[in-house]
């Protein structure tokens, strides 16, 4: 027969197990540092040029457009050819902006996207292509080329008495059409230290995300400057190898702390709720008040060939409707989840949700920063 083991799980074991399984659940409402962060000195720039597209079926600037003018009379003369303003037509030319994002580490030869705007009274800049624009930056300096053939996500057709449109004609983008002529140098690591910019900054996030760094690498190398900053001393380890200090601070989870908030949108009825927003112990009552009014004009006409005129007796019927709503109890720290089932028990919609919100705010029972968009 078999027999019945007593062997006992040690405490110990339990305790690890039950250890663990927090550590997971509170892992899976973490998110990366690379998420919630970014390096300082590693940043985009902002690229900008005036150029021209050609090409264009009759739908460019106008001779209104005068820069237009000026700038195809400038580009002939320096291919050589002198033109007068008055013999250009820029019907197929239109004048443009061209604005692209420099990405960081970007290398000499590499390519980037542009966009490209209309800035005079093109109806439309399909089929044209871009001719070579210098881009610049802030200071002045050239960082890139664009060049181009435009990919356009809209269309404008029509005739003289009627035209359909759809999205943005005058608006396109050359996929890959800038090339990079200027390196930006990108120095995230001066002084042997790196300071990570909080994409919202928070003080409890600061703390959390420079403890998960220390637990990481052993030491005390990191420090929550202030809301919106950590900086991290490279360790001796790690001097030469960067990219992997980066990698394995970039990896590591973090559980981000978010203020109580209600962001309401009185434009398109649209309420976000935060996890954190509670409740004091509040009473809520919500009703609808439905009022219709009918016009039936009563109308009585003479006998033909009479001298009567048309008599028009107005005849109005109002009916009013009140709907009847319970009275719901919130309790003191009630959760998210908790408001939701209240909001739901008493069938309130989205644009009532905004009145409610108000309501409870003014009562001084909504324990969350209202914030009206």
Do not use: W
């Amino acid at each position: 027969m078999p027999t019945r083991s007593n062997a006992r799980v040690p405490f110990s074991f339990l305790f690890s197990v039950i250890l663990l399984l927090l550590q997971v659940a509170e892992m899976s409402y973490a998110a990366r540092i690379k998420d919630l962060a970014c390096l300082e000195g590693v940043r985009r720039n902002q690229l900008v040029g005036y150029g021209l597209v050609v090409g264009l079926q009759g739908t460019g600037d106008g001779k209104k457009a005068r820069f237009t003018v000026q700038s195809m009379a400038s580009m002939l003369e320096r291919m050589g050819m002198t033109v007068g303003l008055k013999d250009i037509n820029v019907d197929n030319v239109a004048a443009v902006m061209v604005t692209a994002d420099l990405p960081p580490f970007a290398r000499s030869g590499s390519r980037i996207d542009v966009l490209v705007s209309s800035i005079g009274d093109a109806d439309s800049l399909y089929g044209g292509t871009l001719l070579m624009t210098p881009l610049r930056g802030a200071d002045g300096g050239v960082y890139a080329v664009a060049q181009g053939a435009l990919s356009i996500g809209g269309i404008l057709s029509g005739g003289k008495a009627a035209s359909v449109q759809k999205n943005f004609p005058t608006v396109g983008r050359v996929v890959q059409g800038a090339l990079v002529e200027r390196e930006v140098s990108a120095n995230f690591a001066e002084d042997n230290t790196l300071n990570l910019i909080l994409n919202m900054p928070d003080f409890t996030t600061a703390a959390r995300m420079s403890e998960a760094i220390n637990d990481a690498l052993l030491s005390n190398s990191a420090q929550a400057v202030d809301p919106g900053r950590v900086s991290v001393t490279v360790p001796e380890r790690y001097e030469g190898d960067l990219v992997g200090l980066v990698t394995l601070i970039e990896g590591l989870d973090v559980s981000r702390d978010m203020a109580a908030r209600v962001v309401i949108n009185e434009r398109t009825g649209t309420v976000v709720i935060g996890d954190n927003v509670r409740l004091s112990t509040v009473a809520i009552s919500h009703g609808n008040l439905s009022i219709e009014i009918k016009e039936s004009p009563t109308v009585s006409q003479p006998m033909p060939f009479s001298s009567g005129e048309t008599v028009v007796t107005p005849n109005t019927s109002i009916s009013v409707t009140e709907e009847r709503s319970k009275l719901f109890l919130v309790k003191s720290g009630s959760t998210i989840g908790e408001l939701v089932k209240a909001m739901n028990a008493l069938g309130v919609s989205p644009r009532d949700l905004i009145t409610v919100f108000q309501a409870i705010k003014a009562a001084g029972a909504l324990d969350a920063e209202l914030e009206i968009m």
